[in-house]
C-alpha cells in the first residue's frame, strides 16, 4: 500500500451508518489534519475522502485514527462491494439483533412460567431467566461495545456509550427485561436503518447499472468480439444492436436509429440519430443497428462523469445538515447533564428514592441520542440528488439542492436558452461590389474555428453550398466582438454592429439597414475589409416552443424577475424577450458585461440563478448564486462549471427543480420538526415520570425510521409526474 500525496484519497468506512460516527472520526482526524477541509464524508455513500497533500502525513497514520475510532477502513477502490462479501459480513446485524430478541422473549417466557406470573422487575427473578436475558443483551450490544469502550477510554461519550450505561444501568437496578428490550431495539434501530440507508445508497449505485457488461467490438479482420467497456481503447468501432444500451461514449459512422436517451438526459421519447450523431454510454439503441467509433474511455464518459458527481455530492453538505449537527453537537451534552443532574440532585434534595431517579436518568440517556434527528437530513439529500439525476439534472452538491428553493430572481442566455441555440442563415446581403460567396467564404474562414452558434450555422451554410473555405492567414479572435484575418494580403473583420461602431466604419446608409434587419429580429453579422464594409449575414433562431410557457410557470412559481443578457443586438433581443414574457432585457453584452449584470442582480434580489450554456457563459454562471447549465450531455466543461447541469435542452426542466427543491426543504424540515417534537415529548414525560426505556427506544427506532421513509420518498419525484 502507497501513501498518495498529490490527490484526496478515498476509503471505505465500514460501520460508518450514522452521524455519531462522524463526529468520532472528526475528532480523532482534525487533530491530525490541522483543518476540517480536508476531510469529505459521504455518510451514505460509506465513504470519506482525505486530502494529505502538503501534510507530512503517511495513510497509514490516518488509518491508525480511523481504528482507533474502532471504525475499519479501507482504500475506496480495494473495497469489496456487498455482493463480494462474506455471508457473516453481510448478514451479522440480522442474525445478531434475531438471536438478542429471541433470548429476550425466551428470558421473558421463562421469567413469567418459574416466578408463575409474578413481576418482570421482581427480586427474586429466576436464574435461568437472567441467564437469557444476559445472552439476549451481549448479542444486541455486541456490535456496539468495542465502540463503546473507546468512547469511555477517551471521555467522549456518544450513542453507542449512552445506550451501553443505559442497559448496564438497567440490569445493575434488576430491571433485566427492559435492558434486553433497549439492547434488542437498539439493535434492531440500527439493522432497520442501515437497510434504510442502504435502499438510498442503492438508488445511487443503481446508475451504474445502466452501463452493459459488454460492448461489442469489430476487430481490423471484420472479426467481433465481447469486450468490457473498461478494455475497449478509443476510437474502436462498437457495434449496437437493436434494444441493447451503448457501452461508450461514441459518434455514429453507420446507420440510423432513434435512442433512448431517458437515462441521461431524462427525455421521454426516443431521438433519432444518424451518421455523426454523438451517442452516450447508457442510452438504449432503438429499431436499427448502429456502428459506433468510440471516443472517450469508460471511466471518462458523461454516465460515469454522472456517477461520480453524484456520488462526491453527498459529501458537500446542505446548510440544513450543518445546522442539525451544530445543534447536535450542544442537545446531547446538555441531556446528558440533566441526566446526571435527575440521577443525583431528587435523591439528595428530595429524599427520593435512588432507583427511580436512576432509571429516569437512563431513560434520558436514551433521549440523548440524536441519530433520529441527524440522520434525517443526508437521506433527504441523497434520495434528492438520485431522484434528479434519474431525471437528467445533475446537482452537484447538498448545497445545491436547497438554493432552487430560495431563487428570487433568474438569468438566462438567450441562444440555446430561450431560443433553439440552432440559429440557420437567412440572407446574405452583399455591399461595395462584393458578392455572396464572397462573403461566406470570408465569414466562413472567420468562423470555423468557432465553437459559437452564430458561427456553426455560418459554416454549415458553407458547407451546404458546396463551398470550399481557404484558410485565413493571421486569423485571431476579438474576444467577446469578432474575429479578423488576412486573405490575398487584404485583412477582412467580421463582428457585431458594436463592433463595426468601435471600427468607426459605419455609415448612416449601413447604420439604417442594420437597424430594419435588427428590428425585424434578425441577427446581423457584419464583414468587412480595412476600407468599407463588405456585407452582411443575416441568422435567426427560433424562440423555443416551452418557452413562454417556463416563463408563466417561474413567475406563478413566485420568481420575482426574470432577465435575459445576451450579446446579440437590441433589436432581436428586444423581439425574443416579447415573445417570451422575460421582464427585463440586456443586449450588447460582452462576457464581462454579462458578469456585471449578475452582480447588480445578485445586490438587489439575493439568490440569483443564471442560466447558460456552461462554457461561453461560464464567468456569469461562477458569480451567480446558482449556475445551471443547459444541454450538458456530452460537454465535460459545462458539466464541470456548473452548480447544476441539465444533461438536455429541455427548460422546462427549470420549473421541475425548482418544485423538487422546494419539496425537498419541506421534507427536510418536517423530518427535523418531528425528530425534535418526538425528543422534547420524551424529555417532558421522563420528568413527569411516565416513560420507560423502551417506550424510549422504541419512539427513537420509529423517529428514525418514519424520518429515513419519509426522506426516501423523494426518489419517486420524477419530472413526467410533477
Not at 458537500?316 to 445538515?321: D, G, I, L, M, Y
Not at 450543518?322 to 435523591?347: G, Q, S
Request: aromatic share 4%; proline share 4%; with cysteine.
Amino acid at each position: 500500500m502507497t501513501d498518495a500525496k498529490s490527490s484526496p484519497i478515498e476509503l471505505r468506512i465500514h460501520g460508518m451508518d450514522c452521524a455519531e460516527e462522524v463526529s468520532v472520526l472528526k475528532r480523532e482526524l482534525i487533530p491530525l489534519l490541522e483543518d476540517e477541509d480536508r476531510l469529505g464524508f459521504d455518510l451514505i455513500g460509506g465513504k470519506l475522502s482525505i486530502d494529505i497533500s502538503s501534510l507530512d502525513v503517511k495513510l497509514a497514520d490516518v488509518l491508525a485514527a480511523i481504528e482507533r475510532t474502532g471504525l475499519k477502513a479501507e482504500p475506496w477502490q480495494d473495497a469489496k462491494s456487498e455482493r463480494e462479501s462474506s455471508f457473516w459480513s453481510q448478514h451479522r446485524r440480522t442474525m445478531l439483533t434475531t438471536v438478542s430478541g429471541v433470548f429476550g422473549v425466551t428470558g421473558l417466557v421463562t421469567q413469567l412460567m418459574l416466578s408463575r406470573g409474578t413481576s418482570v422487575t421482581s427480586e427474586s427473578l429466576p436464574l435461568a431467566a437472567v441467564l437469557l436475558y444476559v445472552v439476549g443483551i451481549i448479542a444486541g450490544l455486541s456490535l456496539v461495545l468495542p465502540k463503546a469502550w473507546r468512547a469511555a477510554l477517551s471521555l467522549r461519550p456518544d450513542m453507542n456509550l449512552l445506550m451501553t450505561v443505559a442497559v448496564v444501568g438497567a440490569a445493575l437496578i434488576g430491571e433485566w427485561f427492559e435492558g434486553a428490550t433497549v439492547a434488542f431495539l437498539f439493535s434492531l434501530s440500527l439493522l432497520l436503518e442501515s437497510w434504510s440507508v442502504g435502499r438510498a445508497r442503492r438508488a445511487i449505485a443503481s446508475l451504474m447499472d445502466l452501463s452493459p457488461p459488454i460492448a461489442h467490438v469489430r476487430g481490423e479482420a471484420g472479426d467481433v468480439t465481447d469486450v468490457a467497456p473498461a478494455d475497449v481503447a478509443i476510437g474502436s468501432t462498437l457495434i449496437v444492436r437493436p434494444g441493447e444500451k451503448i457501452p461508450l461514449d461514441g459518434r455514429i459512422v453507420l446507420g440510423t436509429s432513434g435512442i433512448d436517451q431517458a437515462p441521461i438526459t431524462g427525455e421521454s421519447v426516443p431521438v433519432e440519430k444518424g451518421v455523426g450523431d454523438e451517442v452516450f454510454a447508457g442510452t438504449i439503441n432503438g429499431d436499427g443497428s448502429l456502428e459506433i467509433a468510440s471516443t472517450k474511455a469508460a471511466d471518462d464518459t458523461t454516465l460515469a462523469r454522472i456517477i461520480k458527481m453524484v456520488g462526491s455530492a453527498s459529501s458537500k453538505r446542505a446548510p440544513s445538515e450543518k445546522w442539525v449537527e451544530k445543534f447536535a453537537a450542544v442537545y446531547t451534552p446538555v441531556v446528558m447533564i440533566a441526566a446526571v443532574l435527575i440521577i443525583v440532585v431528587p435523591p439528595l434534595a428530595l429524599s427520593g428514592e435512588w432507583s427511580d431517579w436512576l432509571y429516569r436518568g437512563l431513560v434520558l440517556l436514551v433521549i440523548a441520542c440524536p441519530c433520529a434527528l441527524v440522520i434525517s437530513t443526508p437521506v433527504s439529500v441523497v434520495a434528492a440528488l438520485a431522484a434528479a439525476a434519474r431525471n437528467g439534472v445533475l446537482i452537484k452538491g447538498g448545497i445545491f439542492i436547497e438554493l432552487p428553493a430560495r431563487l428570487r430572481a433568474i438569468a438566462m442566455d438567450k441562444t440555446g436558452t430561450l431560443t433553439q441555440g440552432r440559429p440557420a442563415v437567412v440572407d446574405v446581403v452583399p455591399l461595395g461590389g462584393h458578392d455572396d460567396e464572397e462573403l461566406l467564404a470570408r465569414a466562413g474562414a472567420l468562423e470555423q474555428n468557432s465553437n459559437h452558434p452564430l458561427a456553426r450555422a455560418i459554416v454549415e451554410e458553407t458547407e451546404r453550398r458546396g463551398m470550399t473555405i481557404a484558410a485565413a492567414d493571421e486569423f485571431a479572435t476579438i474576444q467577446g466582438k469578432g474575429a479578423l484575418g488576412r486573405f490575398n494580403g487584404k485583412t477582412y473583420w467580421l463582428g457585431s454592429h458594436r463592433y463595426l461602431e468601435q471600427r468607426g466604419q459605419e455609415t448612416p446608409e449601413v447604420h439604417e439597414q442594420l437597424e430594419a434587419m435588427q428590428e425585424a429580429g434578425r441577427t446581423v453579422v457584419v464583414i468587412g475589409n480595412d476600407h468599407h464594409v463588405c456585407g452582411f449575414i443575416t441568422l435567426a433562431d427560433a424562440i423555443r416552443e416551452e418557452s413562454r410557457e417556463v416563463v408563466n410557470q417561474l413567475h406563478a412559481a413566485g420568481i420575482e424577475h426574470l432577465v435575459m443578457l445576451t450579446g446579440d443586438n437590441e433589436g432581436t433581443a428586444n423581439a425574443i424577450a416579447k415573445q417570451a414574457g422575460i421582464d427585463e432585457v440586456r443586449a450588447e453584452l460582452l462576457p464581462e458585461d454579462k458578469v456585471s449584470a449578475v452582480e447588480d442582480l445578485v445586490a438587489k434580489y439575493e439568490h440569483v440563478a443564471m442560466i447558460g450554456d456552461g462554457v461561453n457563459d461560464a464567468p456569469a454562471l461562477a458569480r451567480a448564486s446558482l449556475g445551471i447549465a443547459m444541454g450538458a450531455a456530452g460537454s465535460d466543461a459545462a458539466i464541470e462549471t456548473a452548480d447544476i447541469a441539465l444533461m438536455s435542452d429541455d427548460l422546462s426542466k427549470i420549473p421541475w427543480l425548482i418544485h423538487h427543491s422546494r419539496r425537498t426543504l419541506h421534507i427536510i424540515r418536517q423530518n427535523i420538526a418531528f425528530s425534535l417534537a418526538v425528543k422534547a415529548v420524551f424529555v417532558i414525560l421522563t420528568f413527569a415520570g411516565y416513560a420507560s426505556l423502551w417506550a424510549a427506544i422504541a419512539a427513537d427506532m420509529g423517529a428514525s425510521l418514519l424520518v429515513i421513509a419519509n426522506g426516501l420518498r423523494l426518489l419517486s419525484d420524477d419530472y413526467g409526474n410533477s
